[in-house]
């Protein structure tokens, strides 16, 4: 344990970054952490400890903990989390909840293992990320005050305010796959997160991502594609494909893009690039 950081965004943890602290000291000891003030400042902490510390515990959603663990990939320093986002796809899909006994344990434990990252462009993703209408609520969800209930609702706004998206493959492999499409996800784990489940079969130690290709559906095959997308049951049909790939590169009419759930600004061309095995994780 005292080899451990906790690297804390005080906007994901509930914001009750002063409460979890005083949490913590009551179980951890000696207890080394850091309130994160930027993405800046949280690279910097971990270059200055880096070798002081083997692990480092992101405390928030999927944003914050992609902001930790770039700093991390292709060394020995190990990633753990603590899930305090409104998501949480990452944590969900590598069985971190959200009781501090449970992480403490395996703290103690130590037991690890390698797992993909992958890259878009110059950025980092560690989870599910895209373009399209899924950006469109990204960018939306961060004027809320996040949680489930107001993701539901933006997403249903989105879905009419969407303009399609149109993709050009630059491989041969992949051209025929160009188009119009709603949406374009890369998915290294199977979730967006609160359990809905875009990828049921991506995998993030198998070298690949899958990338999906939506189609603008029509309403009534939204209630079915949610539906399915919750029970883990999505597969190819007319308006969803599948490609597994480690690499490729499109053109898209947008720069809005979803990062691990964070808005960015990609322009093209865009290449995705799979990392393999190059984050070292608690389990």
Request: charge should be positive; proline fraction near 4%; aromatic fraction near 10%.
């Amino acid at each position: 344990m005292n080899r451990t950081a906790f690297v804390i965004n005080p906007s994901s943890a509930k914001k009750q970054s002063e409460a979890f602290v005083q949490q913590l000291k009551k179980k951890v000891s000696p207890l080394n952490y850091h309130v994160s003030k930027s993405v800046e400042d949280t690279a910097q902490y971990i270059e200055q400890n880096r070798s002081l510390i083997d692990v480092f515990v992101a405390v928030g959603g999927d944003g914050t903990i992609a902001s930790v663990a770039k700093n991390l990939v292709n060394t020995e320093s190990i990633l753990a989390v603590f899930p305090a986002g409104s998501g949480n796809g990452f944590s969900n899909e590598t069985h971190f909840d959200t009781t501090l006994e449970a992480l403490i344990e395996k703290l103690r434990v130590g037991k690890t293992r390698k797992i993909d990252t992958f890259k878009i462009g110059s950025h980092l993703s560690i989870n599910v990320s895209g373009t399209g209408f899924d950006a469109d609520i990204a960018q939306e969800f961060e004027k809320t005050s996040r949680g489930f209930a107001n993701y539901i609702k933006v997403s249903a706004k989105a879905f009419f305010n969407s303009k399609p998206i149109k993709i050009q493959f630059h491989s041969a492999e992949l051209e025929p796959y160009s188009g119009t499409y709603l949406m374009l996800n890369i998915a290294n784990t199977r979730q967006f997160g609160n359990h809905a489940y875009i990828a049921p079969n991506a995998s993030k130690s198998d070298g690949l991502v899958d990338i999906v290709l939506v189609k603008k559906f029509p309403l009534m095959y939204g209630l079915r594609f949610a539906l399915r997308m919750f029970r883990k049951t999505l597969k190819t049909d007319r308006y969803l494909t599948y490609l597994p790939v480690s690499e490729a590169e499109f053109s898209v009419n947008t720069t809005s893009f979803q990062l691990d759930g964070e808005y960015v600004e990609i322009a093209s061309p865009v290449r995705i690039e799979v990392l393999p095995k190059s984050l070292k994780i608690l389990v």
